[in-house]
């Protein structure tokens, strides 16, 4: 059986930036379950797994356009201190839930903090990157119809309702 759309597939990874240092991996713990086809996962790596059979192994770069897109200084914003209204110490790195321009929510991080100025960015802390991934298929099945509606994996190593 080859990844295809609706698919639940197992990875296993590991994630690392141009200059060789990890950003995230399954090693160690569980294998990284997804629905191909859902959005689950970046569309680079989608991409590239799509026709891979259980025990594939690849080495692939993605550009950031196919993984969390070219980072925006229109997601920058410097905010006053008193926007963050019941929050006593405010630190850089934190994260909050804010209304983007559109309406949605996105979660934004405190990047710098100048008096009662707070700087915060709305782009993924990935945006702009180019991301490396090292994977190999570990298993692959038919999505339950369930899944299929849901858009993601449940059960075991997958997502819980």
Do not use: C
């Not at 609706?6 to 690392?16: F, M, Q």
């Amino acid at each position: 059986m080859s990844i295809a759309a609706n698919k639940a597939v197992s990875i296993d990874y590991t994630l690392t930036n141009d200059a060789g240092e990890v950003i995230d991996s399954s090693a160690g713990g569980a294998p990284l379950v997804y629905l191909q086809g859902a959005g689950n996962i970046i569309p680079g790596l989608e991409k590239a797994l799509e026709g891979k059979d259980v025990g594939d192994e690849l080495i692939v770069a993605i550009e950031p356009e196919e993984a969390y897109g070219e980072y925006s200084a229109e997601l920058v914003s410097t905010l006053s201190r008193s926007m963050f209204e019941g929050v006593d110490e405010l630190e850089v790195g934190m994260q909050f839930h804010a209304s983007a321009p559109d309406g949605q929510m996105q979660i934004v991080t405190i990047r710098d903090l100048d008096g009662d100025d707070v700087t915060v960015d709305g782009n993924h802390p990935l945006a702009g990157q180019r991301l490396n991934f090292k994977v190999k298929v570990i298993s692959i099945r038919d999505a339950s119809q369930e899944e299929m509606a849901h858009g993601h994996v449940h059960g075991e190593g997958g997502h819980h309702h």
